[in-house]
């Protein structure tokens, strides 16, 4: 089995972050974070469509995270040419043999947290889709996941989030956090990374969106699924 849940918070009235979770038809579990560097009611409205424009895409019999990943990539540039650095990340996940399939660019934080190891931080490609990036396919990469392993997508707004005296969290204390934070059920995880943060902010609000999704394994795949 699996779990999903996101979590975000906006650093003003209308954010640029979305994060999604698709339940397709053959079983498998589609999972997206995207982060534009730009606010305001047009970068919202962009990020709304490309929420669509992934469900559309995915819906195609050739559709991995690396074609779904250069679609985007080519709607952002026909129909947010202003819109640079967009940031995305596309996950599908088989339950069935614990195998997740991603692409990833942009400031993004994937963290992979098993049971026995150390939070790494996935790999992440390139710069960000959109206006000004490089226009190559994002690569795909592959982790097998086991029982109560989770997949804890960041943005950038916690990576740079700051303490009273200045001091950013950076990737590696956010993966501190969730080290401590490994056998919390997966439901409460995004509550507690907040509650964190918010001590390590002095209690000050957020200076940029912050968005976490969680991609939770629940049970071992035929096999072990190790």
């Known amino acids: 089995g699996w779990h999903t849940q996101g979590w975000s918070r906006s650093a003003s009235d209308i954010g640029g972050e979305i994060f999604d979770t698709i339940q397709l038809p053959d079983g498998r579990v589609a999972v997206m974070v995207g982060d534009v560097a730009a606010h305001g009611v047009s970068a919202a409205l962009v990020m709304a469509m490309a929420k669509t424009a992934v469900r559309l895409f995915l819906d195609e019999s050739d559709a991995t995270p690396t074609v779904v990943l250069s679609e985007l990539d080519r709607y952002f540039r026909l129909h947010a040419r202003r819109l640079s650095r967009i940031g995305m990340i596309l996950g ?33 490609d390139g710069d960000g889709l959109g206006a000004g990036s490089s226009g190559r396919a994002t690569p795909e990469h592959q982790i097998r996941m086991a029982a109560g392993d ?19 969290a950076g990737s590696g204390g956010i993966s501190d956090l969730l080290d401590g934070m490994r056998h919390e059920p997966p439901e409460q995880l995004g509550s507690r990374l907040w509650e964190a943060l918010n001590a390590w902010q002095g209690g000050r609000n957020p200076g940029d969106d912050q968005t976490v999704l969680v991609l939770a394994s629940l049970s071992a795949p035929p096999g072990g699924g190790s």
């Open 150 to 168: 989770r997949l804890v997508i960041c943005t950038d707004g916690l990576i740079d989030a700051r303490d009273p005296a200045g001091c950013a």
């Open 92 to 124: 599908i996940y088989d339950p069935a043999t614990g195998l997740l399939r991603y692409a990833a660019t942009g400031r993004l934080y994937p963290i992979f947290l098993t049971q026995d190891a150390e939070p790494s931080l996935l790999s992440v």
